[in-house]
């Protein structure tokens, strides 16, 4: 199963109290469900908001289940920005 690093950015980071963890799943969903069971609560409801980035390519509208994550990877968590 590829291992790589989550990365929380603004108000993820500050819900899950930290910046960044690892993930041992093969696909988006997985790495999230893991998310979830370690951090209930606030991050829970953030990253329904959250846009994600694989390895630098936004995710989009894909459902989480087809993206396939990579040995080594980075997974990026996005909250909503305010401003442009």
Not at 16 to 34: I, R, S, V
Not at 54 to 62: A, S, W, Y
């Amino acid at each position: 199963m590829p291992a790589g690093i989550i990365r929380y950015w603004a108000a993820a980071k500050a819900a899950a109290g930290t910046a960044e963890e690892p993930y041992t799943a093969a696909t988006l969903a997985e790495a999230l469900d893991a998310v979830r069971e370690r951090h209930p609560g606030e991050l829970t409801r953030v990253l329904q908001r959250c846009s994600f980035l694989i390895d630098g390519d936004p995710v989009g509208t894909r459902g989480h289940e087809t993206v396939r994550l990579a040995e080594g990877g980075t997974v990026e968590v996005l909250p909503p920005f305010a401003g442009g």
